[in-house]
C-alpha cells in the first residue's frame, strides 16, 4: 500500500501538468506606440507667456494613443501633402507628433484651446435641432463638437448625465478633453479613411478646415510651428513643389473669423 502512494502522488501531478498545459496561453499585452510631445501653436505660446491655461502636452498622448495604423500608414500622406510633404518617409513615432499638433490647430482656431467654449450659433443653416439633446444644436469643447456625433460617429457624449450639470461644466463628457479629442480622431479618420478625402476639404466636418472659408485662414495660421521634421532634408525639386502646393499663405494681423460650422450638413461626412 505504501509502495503505492508515490506513484499516485506522480500520477495526480502528472494529470495537474496537463491540465495546466491545457490552459490557453494569456495573449502578451500590447506595447503602447512611441509618442512624441508636438510643437506649441502660435497660440499656445503667447497663452504660455501670458501664464494663461494651454494646451496640456497630455492631449498630444490622447491623441497619439488612439490613431489607427491606417492614419500613418503612406495611403493618407498625399492628403497632408500641403502641411507634411515627408509625412511618407517619417517615423511613425513623428507621423503621431503631427497629427497631435494638427488636433491642436484644430482645436485654437475652433475654440481657442479652452476646453469649454460652448457656442451657439443663430444662423438659419446652422441653427438646427439636436437630434439627441433636442435642443439648437451647440458646439461644445476643444474641438467644437456636438452630442449627435455620439450617434455619428460612436463618441463617448451622455446627455442623459450632461443635461443636469451647468453649460460649461468641466465634468460634462462632451467638454472633458479626452473624450472631445478622441471622438475628434475618430471624426478625421472617418473624412480620411472612409471617404478618402485630404485633410483640407470643402466639406470637412470642420469649417476651418475648408480652405474657401475665411475661418481656415485661422487654423492655417496654427499651423506654422508645425514639426519641423515634415520639411527636413527635402530635395529642392520636392521643397518647391510642397511650396508651390501649400495652402494660401494667411494675412498680417488677420483676425479671427467665426467657425461657423454647419454641423448639421456634416451627417453624411
Not at 510633404?85 to 513623428?94: L, V, Y
Not at 485661422?218 to 501649400?246: D, I
Request: proline share 10%; with cysteine.
Amino acid at each position: 500500500m505504501a509502495a503505492r502512494i508515490p506513484l499516485c502522488a506522480a500520477l495526480v501531478f502528472a494529470g495537474c501538468n496537463r491540465q495546466v498545459a491545457q490552459q490557453p496561453a494569456r495573449p502578451a499585452p500590447q506595447p503602447r506606440p512611441e509618442v512624441k510631445a508636438a510643437p506649441p501653436t502660435p497660440i499656445a505660446v503667447t497663452k504660455q507667456e501670458l501664464g494663461e491655461q494651454s494646451w496640456d502636452p497630455q492631449w498630444d498622448v490622447i491623441v497619439e494613443q488612439a490613431l489607427s495604423p491606417e492614419m500613418l500608414s503612406p495611403r493618407v500622406a498625399r492628403g497632408v501633402r500641403s502641411y507634411c510633404p515627408r509625412f511618407a518617409a517619417m517615423s511613425n513615432a513623428d507621423k503621431r507628433a503631427f497629427w497631435a499638433y494638427t488636433f491642436q490647430a484644430i482645436a485654437a482656431a475652433e475654440a481657442g484651446l479652452k476646453p469649454t467654449t460652448n457656442v451657439r450659433h443663430t444662423e438659419p443653416e446652422v441653427a438646427v435641432e439636436d437630434t439627441v439633446s433636442k435642443r439648437t444644436v451647440r458646439q461644445e469643447g476643444l474641438l467644437q463638437l456636438t452630442y449627435m456625433d455620439a450617434k455619428r460617429y460612436g463618441c463617448d457624449f451622455d446627455w442623459e448625465k450632461d443635461k443636469k450639470l451647468a453649460e460649461k461644466d468641466p465634468a460634462k463628457t462632451i467638454l472633458t478633453p479626452s473624450n472631445n479629442l478622441l471622438c475628434g480622431v475618430k471624426i478625421l479618420e472617418n473624412q480620411m479613411l472612409t471617404q478618402k478625402k485630404p485633410l483640407l476639404s470643402a466639406s470637412s466636418y470642420w469649417v476651418t478646415l475648408r480652405p474657401a472659408q475665411p475661418s481656415y485662414l485661422v487654423f492655417a495660421k496654427q499651423m506654422k510651428n508645425v514639426p519641423a521634421v515634415c520639411r527636413a532634408a527635402m530635395p529642392p525639386v520636392e521643397e518647391a513643389r510642397a511650396r508651390r502646393t501649400g495652402p494660401a499663405p494667411t494675412p498680417v494681423g488677420a483676425a479671427r473669423a467665426p467657425a461657423t460650422a454647419t454641423r448639421a450638413s456634416a451627417s453624411s461626412n
